[in-house]
Every structure is written in C-alpha cells, then in structure tokens.
C-alpha cells in the first residue's frame, strides 16, 4: 500500500523560510509528476508547484520567485522550500504524486499546516 508523509510544516514570522518534504512508501514501481498544493480556510485547494520526471517545474503564479520545488528520485522524496513567506500564505499544504504501484494512479499526502503570524 503506498503511503506518502509529509512534514516540515509549522509557525512562522512574515519574511521566513519553511522546507516541507514528502516521501512516499510501499510498492512503488515508476512516479511520474509530483506536486504541492495548498487549501486556506474557506477556499478551495489550489496548485502551488509542480515538477515532472524530467525535472521540469511549474509554478502558481502568487509564489513563483519565492518558492521551489525539488525531487530526489532515489528517496520517493518532493521539496518545497518556502522562502518570503507571507500571511497570505497561510494554508494546509498537501503533496500530490502521480505514480505507478498497482496501476497508475493519484496520491495524496495528510497535509502539513503553514502559519504565517507575528
């Protein structure tokens, strides 16, 4: 069964820096795109970030220049480092895979909350 763990989340002050991880878990064969999104109180999840297997990126365009995405391939592992953090980036962050265990298939990750409070 795949499962994918999320961490990194937490409190921070206007101006700060987070870098979230996501790993995933079980009979994984291929993973194909990995991505980050995130859903603020009373408003619909929406993407942040997205990165295929070849590495190439994709931005909201309210974070591109203030956050990046990365994988590692050996470690079934998406980054997101967050950098300039504003209030308005205040959500649940959640890591999304498109990967191939039993079949091709969509995962998501438990969430990880970001606060961005003085």
């Known amino acids: 069964q795949v499962q994918l763990v999320e961490s990194g989340g937490g409190l921070v002050q206007p101006g700060g820096s987070l870098r979230l991880s996501c790993a995933a878990s079980?009979?994984?064969?291929?993973?194909?795109?990995m991505g980050w999104y995130r859903q603020a109180p009373g408003k619909q999840r929406e993407l942040v970030a997205t990165?295929?297997?070849?590495?190439?990126?994709n931005y909201a365009d309210s974070v591109k220049g203030r956050f990046t995405i990365s994988r590692d391939n050996a470690k079934k592992t998406v980054y997101l480092q967050l950098s300039s953090l504003k209030p308005e980036d205040t959500a649940v962050y959640y890591c999304?895979?498109?990967?191939?265990?039993?079949?091709?298939?969509?995962?998501w990750g438990q969430g990880t909350q970001v606060t961005v409070s003085s």
């Open positions: 999304n895979f498109d990967l191939y265990s039993r079949g091709r298939s969509i995962y």
């Open positions: 079980g009979n994984i064969f291929s993973i194909y795109a």
């Open positions: 990165i295929t297997s070849g590495g190439s990126t």
